[in-house]
């Protein structure tokens, strides 16, 4: 089992920053892959950006492509996701996933998900 926690959420402006936190507990984290996606009202789970195990590899979806990103500190067992010039259809609950898959961006593929965190972005 992997436990997952993401923190960092917030409300901010538009055009403003936030940076995302994503903490594991439990099997080693160095073993998976870590996803982060959002979901918005009304709207299906999205993918947003994944990261590879060792932190080289990261694949963007192309809606936050320049403005997000993704970095992991092993050693903390953490994922970050800078997110700056943020628009007002970025705001959703951001969650972050472990896959023992290298960077993949389905849902189904990801074993272990965290309770999420909010962020709006006011315009």
């Known amino acids: 089992q992997v436990q997952l926690v993401e923190s960092g959420g917030g409300s901010v402006q538009a055009g403003g920053s936030l940076r995302l936190s994503c903490t594991a507990s439990g099997r080693t984290f160095s073993n998976y892959a870590i996803g982060w996606f959002r979901q918005a009202p009304g709207k299906e789970r999205e993918f947003v950006v994944a990261?590879?195990?060792?932190?080289?590899?990261?694949f963007y979806a192309n809606s936050v492509k320049g403005r997000f990103t993704i970095s992991r500190d092993n050693a903390k067992n953490t994922v970050y996701l800078q997110m700056n010039s943020l628009k007002p259809e970025d705001a959703a609950i951001y969650y972050c996933?472990?896959?023992?898959?290298?960077?993949?961006?389905?849902?189904?593929?990801?074993?272990?998900w965290g309770q999420g965190t909010q962020v709006t972005v006011s315009s």
């Open positions: 990261i590879s195990l060792s932190g080289d590899s990261t």
């Open positions: 996933a472990a896959s023992p898959i290298y960077l993949v961006v389905r849902k189904t593929q990801y074993n272990y």
